[in-house]
């Protein structure tokens, strides 16, 4: 399996982070846009800034979707990453920020 790898994501606003969420995993996930190859399963390293937040929150995780240049339709390449145990208090930060929203049915990055 390939080394892990360092990612930075701002999100700026709640609708991006909408788009972004990956509410059907267990621990939450995120989507984070990249041109950069990655495997199926490879931990990654992302320091994540949520919307309202000045501060940049470390999580790992490891690669569960992966969107490659070039794919087809109006999707961006990037990856969906499975938040590891142990950072509950991002997604209970996420979803406060979405509360309301997840059943919407809104467009995703992923889904």
Partial sequence: MAAQKALSLNIQ?????????????????IFVPTRERYELGQ???????????SDRVPVTGQVVWVSPEGVSGRRMPGIGIH???GHQAVRD???????????????????
Wanted: aromatic share 8%; net charge negative; proline share 6%.
């Fill in 93 to 111: 930060r996420i979803e406060t920020l979405l509360a309301g929203r997840l059943d919407k049915g809104a467009p995703t990055y992923t889904l």
């Fill in 43 to 53: 931990e990654v390293y992302l320091l994540l800034t949520l919307p309202g937040d």
């Fill in 83 to 85: 938040f590891s145990a």
């Fill in 13 to 29: 606003d709640v609708q991006t982070l909408l788009s972004a969420y990956m509410p059907m995993l267990e621990r939450g996930g």
